[in-house]
């Protein structure tokens, strides 16, 4: 075990103990906790240790949140992405004589950015996790006597491809309800991430939602009831204050895409209900049309006509359905593509905080509910974990260069067509007064 730098144990979504570990050749490998003591065990008795604690004072082995585990994970599956496509380069150019130099250097940057870069990183733990005591004891718990029985272990160097993930979905070990989840969650990050932000990418950016992101919306636009949502999760998977921070993070990232939208974005295929649907798809089609329209006259009208709908259906409401919360980033966005124009009549600072605070309100009766769903549990542990799911999926994307998810790399604000859509309102503005000057 004298390969092995490091050993980081984390506490994940479902309370479990899991580890890091970072072999001196650059590799890491995400372990469950058995795994990973037999590891630390073996390490123990090479070095002369006695205790867990001689491991940790000779910075062997470390405690970290969660987020810092993903944090780590989801960094090295970047830098491993890069490096193979160097690698790929130099073959499809012939310089056979280059690939293992190119090899080398893959397990180099890794191995600095391991050591590096990724273990600075100190995101916030926002979670209930056990906390170290706890686990130094469940570790203690767990120092072997053989090393027959091997668990699951997780190698993330594999190469994910569509057919596992479709495996994955369709494998036995699986209830109808989460595989539903599975498949329109898959279905839908897929194409957003892949064909969607194909489509409107700038020359360096590029849209991408986080899994969290669809989740979010997947579970405010449907509002599940107990008994469906512990088919899917397992007790305490999702917090609010988790839902209402993930949800944000989602309605900013589609309140970009519909400034330059000019095709339906089938977000409608994680909407359970027909007339959640249907809502949404109205909205989205005046959108749509009003981005497409190259007449201003008629442009105008348009949007004249859009917000006398949201006057129609918002204005001295006291509270707000599941449908109109999914036109929330295209009201916003299409106040943003109006609100300068002298002639469009878009919502006044008045109108919009009131509409906000509806949104707000529902979005929080929403987050209530799934606090209290964390009494519930589908105590399925033999059936495929939605957070495997959520690993699988994020490692095919992230190997197709589809989870481009930093606030740098999805603006697409410098974007020929942003720009086109968003600074049509200041020329017609000028226009228009230039005119009532003559």
Known sequence: MQN??????????????????????????????????????????????????????????????????????????KVKVQTQKVIKEEQENGHSNKISSAFKWTRRITFFIALGLLFNTKPDCK?????????????????????????????ITKEVTIEDVVDLISGSNINAVKRDYFQKMWAYLRHYNVE?????????????H????????????????PTIYACIFKKGDITGDMLKQNYQKAIKEDISFHMVQNDTLGIQSIINKDETQEYYMNYELMLINFNRESNNKIKVNQANNFFKKVRSDFNHKEKITLPMLTVEPIIKAMQKLCNEHPQIHSLSNKELK????????????IATNYDRYILFDSSKNSEISRSLFEETVISYLQNNNSYMISEEERNIKEGKLYKTNYRWQYKEKKKIKAKQKN
């Open 127 to 155: 979670f209930h996790l056990k906390n170290v005591d706890e686990i130094i004891i469940d570790l203690i718990d767990m120092i072997p006597t053989s090393l027959d029985d091997e668990d699951e272990e997780t190698d």
């Open 196 to 208: 969607i932000a194909d489509s409107y990418k700038t020359k360096t950016k590029k849209l991408a």
């Open 4 to 77: 092995v730098n490091k050993i980081k144990f984390y506490t994940d979504y479902n309370n479990s103990v899991r580890a890091i570990v970072v072999y001196n050749d650059g590799i890491i490998k995400d372990m469950n906790k058995k795994n990973a003591v037999i590891v630390a065990t073996e390490i123990a008795k090479e070095k002369g240790f006695k205790s867990f604690d001689e491991l940790k004072a000779n910075s062997v082995l470390e405690f970290i949140s969660y987020e810092e585990s993903k944090s780590i994970l989801d960094n090295y599956r």
């Open 354 to 365: 009131y509409i906000n605070k509806l949104f707000e309100n529902k979005i929080n009766e």
């Open 210 to 225: 986080e899994f969290d992101e669809v989740e979010a919306q997947y579970l405010m636009y449907n509002n599940l009831e």
